[in-house]
């Protein structure tokens, strides 16, 4: 075991609060892809969307001006039904068992790390798992938009059915902010992992962290200033690192 994995197990070890945010690249090794790398969604040729730019396809403008072209790019790209949770997702699920994280701030909207069995998970920019109509509120279950017969899905009293994700020009959803954030300032470790960190307003909640141990787990080197006795970066796979850190506390995934 390489030493930062060592490192990274020791203040696994004796935290007792720990929260991990997290981003597209928990997900990759499930098969789900990430949005900016070079096999990410943003780079993916399809000539039917070719006059568009990825940005507005996932935009609340594209929802209300052209839902059409909306509901075919989200059900062509956004669709994680068939994806299962990777080693990373089942060892934060397990960690949480164990008392050691006590919350789980997720970018992802695939809902895996429920699915692998975490419970604390506070899902800063909604789920594809979630729909509601945008007239009445009323929700539907999670094949609705992605089995529906009509290219622009609708409530049985005529409105919209639409995800319950976090599109761009939309706030994000108060309730999952705030217990994103209070998370993390009470927490006493902060597991930073596949995440570039670009995307704000979310990237920024990680500066709320007042904690002693921070790790970064991410393919490639992100500067956010880490230098201390008590911090860790590791440039592997997530789901490589976790299982290694599993095998140190004996856990199988």
Sequence with gaps: MEENIKKLCRFIEESENIVFFG??????????????????????????????????????TCLVREPEVFFEFYRQKMDARKSRPNAAHKALARLEKMGKVRAVVTQNIDGLHQAAGSVNVFEIHGAT??????KCGKPYPPDYIF???????????????????????????????????SAIMSA??????????????????????????????????????????????????????????????????
Excluded: W
């Excluded at 009509?150 to 049985?156: A, K, L, T, W, Y």
């Design 23 to 60: 981003g597209a690249g928990v997900s990759t090794e499930s098969g789900v892809p990430d949005f900016r790398s070079v096999d990410g969604l943003y780079n993916q040729h399809d000539v039917k969307f070719d006059n568009y730019r990825p940005e507005y396809l996932l935009s609340h």
């Design 129 to 134: 798992s979630r729909n509601y109509c945008e």
């Design 147 to 181: 089995d529906s017969r009509e290219r622009v899905p609708h409530c049985s009293c005529g409105g919209v059915v639409r995800c319950d994700v976090t599109l761009y020009e939309e706030a994000l959803p108060e309730d999952a902010v705030r217990g994103a954030i």
């Design 188 to 253: 006493d470790m902060l597991i930073i992992g596949g995440t570039s960190l670009s995307v704000y307003p979310a990237a920024s909640y990680i500066g709320y962290f007042r904690g002693k141990h921070t790790a970064l787990i991410n393919r490639e080197h992100l500067d956010v200033g880490l230098s201390g006795d008590s911090d860790v970066e590791i440039n592997r796979p997530i789901g490589e690192v976790f299982r290694e850190v599993m095998k140190y506390f004996n856990e199988e995934i």
